[in-house]
């Protein structure tokens, strides 16, 4: 089945400076890659997804890239905000009853 | 909207005890999805449902059932709750699209502690 690795497990930034995530998956029939941030007590919320046909795709300072061949897809959030601090996940799927594989997540702390 | 809404939010269990977890959804979405949470680990597929009558397996899905009768409705039942079932346990919404998978709407959580 889908394995799915994400590094770092945590990562601290100065208020300003660029955060990266990366996530590799094995599966090579995954074709959906949505990433989600986790605030303490509450449930994962999507920040940016990609599928597969797709290079890099971006939203305001958060952009995803993605590398088929290397199997491997990063978060890039720039100009980072204290409120950007919380648990990051990467995941995976095949792209059909979004049976989600997801990364061991990040946590991001960013420093005021 | 509520979204997706689980209940209870804690629950404490004694070891051999069964009790089910709730999750609605008012989205009429056709997926659903049961995924536990444990430190280090991210969430964990156990049982989903790609629409009403239609369940199967994820990664994890001994100790747990579930069925689908409505489209609003996915009840988890753990039939008898181990030590090792204590974890947070998170159910997910999503529609079906011509696209494939998009965006799933997670509920808030249940945090359950087996002692």
């Known amino acids: 089945g889908e394995n799915v690795e994400q590094h770092p497990s945590t990562l601290s930034v100065q208020e300003g400076d660029s955060a990266v995530i990366k996530c590799t998956y094995s599966d090579s029939a995954s074709n959906y890659f949505p990433w989600y941030k986790q605030e303490l007590g509450k449930g994962p919320q999507l920040i940016i997804d990609i599928r597969s046909n797709v290079g890099e795709k971006k939203d305001q300072r958060i952009a995803v890239t993605l590398n088929k061949t290397a199997k491997h897809f990063s978060l890039h959030i720039t100009e980072t905000q204290p409120e950007d601090s919380a648990v990051y996940f990467c995941a995976a799927s095949r792209g059909y009853g979004n049976k989600l594989v997801f990364g061991a997540g990040t946590i991001l702390r960013v420093k005021s | 909207n509520a979204g997706v809404t689980q209940t209870p939010k804690f629950q404490v269990l004694k070891t051999g005890q069964s009790m089910t977890l709730q999750c609605a959804q008012d989205?009429?979405?056709?997926?659903m999805s049961w995924y536990r949470q444990d430190p280090g680990m991210g969430l964990r597929l156990i049982h989903y449902s790609v629409g009403a009558g239609i369940t199967d397996q994820g990664e994890v899905p001994n100790g747990y059932n579930v069925s689908r009768s409505t489209t609003e409705d996915f009840p988890l039942r753990l039939l008898s709750a181990a030590p090792s079932q204590t974890s947070v346990y998170f159910c997910?919404?999503?529609?079906?699209?011509?696209?494939?998978?998009?965006?799933?709407?997670f509920g808030q959580g249940t945090r359950l502690t087996v002692v």
């Open positions: 997910a919404s999503s529609p079906e699209t011509r696209q494939g998978d998009t965006e799933a709407f």
């Open positions: 989205m009429n979405h056709e997926y």
